[in-house]
């Protein structure tokens, strides 16, 4: 159990998967421009991401790895996310249309986002077995979403900001996420 | 497509890529590995050449396959094409250069999902020959190429007082400003390095406007020279 919330811990802030990992950049970029989208963004991701990891991984260990087709695993693994991301697409739309309203922009845009594929495989490299892999995979994409919905409000303020024009947008973005990244350094100490 | 009417050569193909829509530096595409691997020169050239296989291989068969496919389904087969395209490029490193698949890690398999590939795919193989497509891959991936080690050049120079790959040592590592080595350093180095390149854009497209302005009201002031001149010549007869 100690080691599930250390997991827990290390997921959600120390190897933060945008300020450490540098996945879903494109994404956090894009998206943290406005706090609703990135609210909408961040959600969808969680859903996708603790769904593709849990078909992934049982993929993976229960049909791939018994039958020797571990080379396979790319190909297998960006397929289950683009039928994923479009299986959640229509049963959203079926069976909660007011969050399909809210969702659903951000759905298709989900299967080039390389946290979804790189948490699929960072489950598959570093060997977790099914609860470790439920716990990581629930926890780094609640990192994402913690830290794209925290940048939208940092990202609102910066709109009034006096930033020269050349800095504007994408270049100011990128110099407060370093800022961002270097207090998440404070939380090595804490594992 | 604005540009599929205006052919464009070759060169001018390869050399948009390189400068005028550089993926990393002005269309900003691609982000996970350009900051993940451009810890050293070597990692980054290795990440940038892979890519521009990469991009060469899927855009030649994207172009080639692009009146068969289904417009419905395009988007899930030309993610196919490039998962291919990427294991196999995953093998062949994990044979041959195994130190280059160490260290480029999670950011190999990951290629799949890299923005610039599938961009490139629908933004322009999808409708152009096999021949133009060629080369906008050659032109994008080594602009990808040269993005990438510019910022490692940065960031290993600084970062550790030289550069491994040439084997050139500035100064000693402990007087280096190490952090630009951390996740932090490379969000850092990136944004100061666009803001510049912005900055200097900026101020070449108002030196250029500036000097149109010049132009065009150089021309105004003749153009009214020539009427007064005109109404005064008109003016003469009459008063005579």
Known sequence: MNDLIALAFTAFLVQNIILNQFLGICSFLGVSNKRSSAIGMGLAVFFVIVLSSTVTWTIYWKMLYPYGLTFMRTIVFILVVAAMVQILEMAIKKFAPPLYSALGVYLPLITTNCTVLGVAIL???????????????????????????????????????????GFKGIPAGLIAAAIMSLLFKGFVGLI | ?????????????????????????????????????????????????????????????????????????????????????????????????????????IYLPLIVVNCIILG????????????????????????????????AFVRELFGTGGIQLLGIQLFDSTNAAGFLITPTGAFVTLGLLIGIINTVRIDKQNKAKAIMDEKIRVALAKKKAKQEALAQAKLVPEVA
């Not at chain 2, 020959?129 to 510019?150: E, H, K, V």
Request: glycine share 6%; aromatic share 10%.
């Open chain 1, 123 to 165: 489950n598959i490299q570093n060997e977790f077995t099914f609860s470790e892999m439920l716990v990581f995979s629930a926890f780094t994409s609640l990192g994402y979403t913690a830290i794209i919905i925290t940048f939208s409000y940092i990202r609102e303020q910066m709109h009034k900001a006096p930033i020269p024009a």
């Open chain 2, 120 to 151: 490139r795919a629908e933004a322009y193989a999808s409708d152009n020959t096999i021949y133009d497509s060629l080369f906008d891959a050659i032109g994008m991936g080594l602009g990808f190429t040269l993005g990438l080690s510019t910022l």
């Open chain 2, 1 to 105: 497509m604005a540009i599929k009417k205006k052919r464009i050569t070759p060169k001018q193909n390869i050399l948009k890529g390189l400068f005028k829509e550089n993926p990393t530096f002005v269309l900003v595409l691609g982000m996970c590995p350009t900051l993940g691997v451009t810890t050293s020169l070597d990692n980054a050239l290795g990440m940038g050449l892979s890519v521009l296989v990469v991009l060469i291989l899927t855009n030649s068969l994207i172009s080639l396959i692009r009146n068969i496919v289904p417009a419905e389904i395009r988007i899930p087969v030309y993610i196919v094409v490039i998962a291919l395209v990427v294991t196999l490029i995953e093998w062949f490193l994990e044979a041959y250069v195994n130190g280059l698949y160490n260290s480029l890690g």
